[in-house]
């Protein structure tokens, strides 16, 4: 089992920055990839990056408009979104996703995944930016 514990959320005003946290518990390892995802209220959820651990690679999406910078933690299996200049379009709720599955250490990762390809989610946190 794994958990993810997202944190960092709450209210911010247009043109400032949040960072959020992501902290993965139970059975992982460093070569696991993890993704970030955001929900807008009204529409579904979607990417807004996937990050693979062994290679040091991160896919940003293309139709995020939102400016966002992916990072790890200095401890195993912690991820950060720093979030830069922000809009009231980048409110939404905000999620961590995790692969769990054993990779070899020449896996690289065909990002971007899909949403099914990732088998752990946490629990989301909201960001709201005030105009």
């Known amino acids: 089992q794994v958990q993810l514990v997202e944190s960092g959320g709450g209210l911010v005003q247009a043109g400032g920055s949040l960072k959020l946290s992501c902290a993965a518990s139970?059975?992982?390892?460093?070569?696991?990839?993890m993704g970030w995802f955001r929900q807008a209220p009204g529409n579904e959820r979607e990417l807004v990056a996937d990050?693979?651990?062994?290679?040091?690679?991160?896919k940003y999406s293309d139709s995020v408009k939102c400016r966002f910078t992916v990072s790890r933690g200095s401890a195993q299996n912690t991820a950060h979104l720093q979030m830069h200049s922000l809009t009231a379009d980048c409110t939404a709720v905000y999620y961590c996703?995790?692969?769990?599955?054993?990779?070899?250490?020449?896996?690289?990762?065909?990002?971007?995944?899909?949403?099914?390809?990732?088998?752990?989610w946490g629990q989301g946190t909201q960001v709201t930016v005030s105009s």
């Open positions: 990050d693979s651990w062994n290679e040091s690679r991160t």
């Open positions: 139970g059975r992982t390892e460093s070569r696991n990839t």
């Open positions: 996703a995790l692969d769990s599955t054993r990779r070899p250490s020449t896996y690289s990762a065909p990002l971007p995944y899909t949403q099914d390809e990732y088998d752990y």
